[in-house]
Structure formats: C-alpha cells, structure tokens
C-alpha cells in the first residue's frame, strides 16, 4: 500500500500548507483513532508538542479528530519527543501522537505517531490510516464523542525517568554542563533533570517564542553552546535539537562529537561490561567507515540501516539489539527508551566522565573518521532528478572512480525535497570530485 502523507518520519511539511494543514491534522486525527479504537474499553492517546506557533493549531485539530472518534485526549504540552513514547506505555494509551519537526526552522512542523507499546508506528501502520484518512471516517454517537485533558506534570514524569537510566548513586557534582535545549522541547526538561542530578547547569537556547525554535542554536548549529562553554569555563556541552531526540557532545574546548563518536564510546563501555546485546551496534548507512573499523577492531559487529532512526529501532527489535542510533545525533538504547533520546544519552555520556574521571575531549575522540562529504542539493517537488539517464550516468561514473577506494551514497531526503550526496575515501581530492561530479548532474537536471 502506498503512502503519500506519511515520509520517513511522519507527516511533515511548512505550517499552513498541505499537509501541514488544520484540516489535515483534523483527518490524521480521526483516521488514527478510528485504527486504534478497542472495543469495549476505555480509549486513550497522549500528545505533545514542541515550541513551534504552529503547534497550537495542529494540536487542536488533532484534538477534534481524535475526539470525535471517541479517543480520551491527553495534552502533555510542551514535551520532547522520547517523553511522548514513555508516557504513551506509562499512561497506557492506545496511541501517542508528538507534532515536531525535529531540527527544522519554525515555519515547518510534523506529526509522528507511536503505538501502545511506545515506538513509532510501522510503514503498514502508517499506510492503513492513510487510507482511511483517504477514504470515508466512522464518527462515533454523541454518547461516546472523547474528551481532552491537559496533564500538568507529563514533563516531571519524564523528568524523573530521565534520572532513572542512571545508577542511584552516580551524580554529577562538580560538573559544569552547558546544555542548549534550540529554543525547543526540552526547554525546561533538560536543565531540570541535570541540575536535580547535581551539576552546575549553563543554559542556553531556553527563551522560546514560537518562532525561534532551532535558530542558531541546538544540535544543527552547535557554535552557540561551544561559545557558551569557553565563556563560562564549563566541562562539557549537551546540544540538542528542536524535539530533543537528538544531541551533540561537546568536549571543554567547544570540539564537537556526531552520534558515531558516542556511539563507539557507548559501545566498547557496554561490550566490556558484557551488556551490549548481540555484540552489535545499529546504525544507518550515513556511519562513518571509521565507525565500522573501529568496531572490527574489537569484535564489535555493525549492522546498517537505511536513514531514519525508525528503521534503527526495527532492526534493533528485529535482531534483539540494544544500541543504535545515528551520525545526526539520535542514540536509541533499548533498555531505556524506544526512541532517539537527546537527554539521556547525553547523562550517558556525562557518567563515563564521572566514572572515567577523565574530561570530555579524551571521551570523545574514539577514532579518527574516514573523510566523509555530504552535500544537499534541492529539486522541484515531484520531479525524480534520480531516475534521469544523465544523472545515473554520473552516478555510475563517481563509484567506478571510487572503484573500492571507499563509498557514494545517493538518496532523497524524507522530509525535504532535497538529494543527498554523500562519499567516504581517504583521498580527499577525489572525495571532493566525484561529489561535485553528482551534484552539478543532480543540479543539471532538477
């Protein structure tokens, strides 16, 4: 079954306009409660949002929808992403419902789904409600028509749980930590949760005004927590996204590490402990070589997915893993979240330092990462630049001249309508060529 309104993460797009629409949200609503409905019970859905303006108006028409096919409505309000998953199996909902668009400005937004057990829904999943939503909506009788409830400590229970995924008596007591919550989600989660576990919190990107989510601050722009870091002399810097399911580590110095270099870190501490499940690490095809030999290097096997931290956690449930995540940032640990969880990967990483003794810039650095190239190139939507005679000959062009020396990775964007031109070669002048050869034929033809 073929799916229009949903991508790889949900139903995203630009506010006011489709799908991002009041209307739409209103027939997303209906349409998943209508699949989620159990007959003969109570039914229930959570949902959350981030700092996005454009939250108010998806939140209430999603409240209509699923109203009106006698869903009990929760508003959890301003909560990040993971939260949203726990709370819908805590909460026992039938359905949990996060509107975010993640790392992107304010003008976009999204809706993602989670099931009763907390992960996001599967493509078939996603695939019947938009036929329902395409098709014609069973209201249900004034007599069962659901009601909504805002819950006011939906944020202090996550907080709490954050907490958990600790040892009860690791704390971080004479930590100075400069955490960027990008104007978003964790605004007030995340500094509440570090400060409770003793640090000395330095926070930046906490003023949200509905328009300033993501800007200049958070994971995608990380010089606003390295400055903060220099400025207050702080150890370490947690830099996450809009709906905080992603983050960035910064050492002392303001140095960056992706989600590789957590992920390697948190993958050799788990095998030495004999707690890293199949002896495997998840993570996408967008990994660094220097990830993988890294792992080889100490039995550590790597399994890769496509993008999307989705396709992460089906292959971590499928092979019984508990580690995954991605390059961007997502860092998925089974055994505590059923999702990306900036927060608590990042107190991850702050109890190596604390159990390590040692600063942020000898934790980070796990291996030197294989030169990678990354350019987006964007095109009219609804073209396919891809399927052209013209760019496929660049393409094939660009991986004979890799021949073996490393790898191109060619995809479309899930969220935007932009192509992804991605190599790895240790020669760096050839990386750069055989990028710009794709791009400029990608370009030719969008």
């Not at 370490?236 to 590490?257: C, H, N, P, Q, W």
Request: glycine fraction near 12%.
């Amino acid at each position: 079954m073929m799916r229009k309104l949903f991508g790889t993460d949900g139903v995203r797009g630009r506010a006011n306009s489709h799908p991002m629409t009041a209307e739409v949200a209103l027939r997303l609503g209906a349409a998943a409660g209508r699949y989620f409905r159990r007959d003969g019970n109570e039914h229930r859905v959570v949902i959350g949002k981030d700092t996005r303006r454009s939250g108010y108006m998806l939140e209430n028409a999603l409240t209509a929808g699923l109203t009106s096919t006698g869903m009990n409505v929760f508003l959890l309000g301003p909560v990040p992403t993971p939260a949203v998953g726990y709370l819908t199996r805590s909460m026992r909902a039938d359905l949990g419902v996060m509107i975010s668009a993640s790392h992107n400005p304010h003008e976009d937004n999204g809706i993602k789904f989670f099931g009763p057990d907390g992960y996001k829904l599967s493509d078939e999943a996603e695939a019947e409600i938009e036929a329902i939503v395409n098709g014609e909506i069973q209201l249900s009788q004034p007599r069962n028509i659901g009601h909504a409830t805002r819950i006011d400590d939906g944020r202090g229970r996550y907080v709490e749980y954050a907490k958990t995924t600790l040892p009860r008596h690791v704390r971080l007591d004479g930590l100075k930590v400069v955490v960027d919550c990008a104007n978003g989600a964790a605004w007030r989660a995340a500094p509440e949760a570090l400060w409770e576990l003793g640090a000395e919190v330095v926070a930046v990107g906490v003023s949200p005004n509905g328009v300033n989510i993501n800007d200049g601050c958070g994971s995608t722009h990380t010089e606003r927590a390295a400055r903060a870091i220099r400025e207050s002399g702080a150890d370490v810097g947690l830099s996450l996204d809009g709906d905080a399911d992603r983050v960035m580590i910064l050492d002392e110095t303001g140095a960056v590490a992706d989600g590789d270099q957590v992920m390697a870190l948190l993958a050799a501490r788990w095998a030495e402990k004999g707690r890293l499940a199949g002896n495997t690490l998840v993570a996408t095809v967008m990994s660094n070589l220097g990830l993988e030999r890294y792992l080889s290097d100490r039995g550590i096997a790597l399994h890769r997915t496509p993008v999307g931290d989705r396709y992460v956690v089906e292959a971590m449930r499928a092979g019984g893993f508990n580690l995954g995540g991605e390059q961007s940032g997502h860092i998925v640990m089974g055994d505590y979240s059923t999702t990306g969880d900036g927060l608590v990967a990042g107190l991850q990483f702050l109890s190596e330092i604390v159990r390590t003794g040692q600063p942020a810039s000898r934790l980070i650095h796990r291996f030197e990462p294989c030169p990678q190239l990354l350019k987006n190139v964007r095109y009219a939507a609804g073209s396919d630049p891809l399927g052209l005679p013209e760019v496929k000959s660049a393409i094939t062009a660009a991986e004979t001249r890799l021949n073996g020396q490393g790898r191109l990775l060619i995809r479309k964007s899930g969220t935007e309508p932009l192509i992804r031109v991605m190599a790895e070669c240790e020669d760096e002048a050839l990386l750069a060529d055989v990028v710009d050869g794709v791009v400029a034929a990608v370009e030719t033809a969008a």
